[in-house]
């Protein structure tokens, strides 16, 4: 079962930013990808990053503000965020999927496994 940990959730200001993280413990060749969810809704596909780093896609929503990123040699992704908004307040997961596309449309529960997620919290 692969294993995922992430980080750097917190509490920031509306148009404040946060850098979040995520190790990885196996299949570094796949594409990575972030997720999000809030109360009652479901987990949904924020951005992905294909294995070579040079395919990325964003959710319309956050274009232009998040960037996400991946370092191979220390098995991590990030997901730099910018310009936060309130509606950006949730829990932020990682996960793997073969390529991006699968990343993109797979639906969450068809994931092999999740991480314990860490909070983003924006305030007005």
């Known amino acids: 079962q692969v294993l995922l940990v992430e980080s750097g959730g917190g509490l920031v200001q509306a148009g404040g930013s946060l850098r979040l993280s995520c190790t990885i413990s196996a299949r570094w060749t796949y594409a990575m990808g972030w997720f999000r969810q809030t109360p009652g809704k479901d987990r949904e596909w924020v951005a992905a990053?294909?294995?070579?780093?040079?395919?990325?896609e964003y959710e319309d929503s956050v274009k232009g503000r998040f960037s996400i990123s991946r370092d191979n040699a220390k098995y991590t992704t990030s997901l730099q965020m910018n310009n936060l908004r309130p509606e950006d307040t949730a829990v932020y997961y990682c996960?793997?999927?073969?390529?991006?596309?699968?990343?993109?449309?797979?639906?969450?529960?068809?994931?092999?496994?999740w991480g314990q997620g860490t909070l983003v919290i924006v305030s007005p």
């Open positions: 990053i294909s294995a070579t780093g040079e395919i990325k």
């Open positions: 996960n793997q999927a073969p390529d991006t596309q699968i990343m993109m449309t797979r639906h969450p529960r068809d994931f092999d496994s």
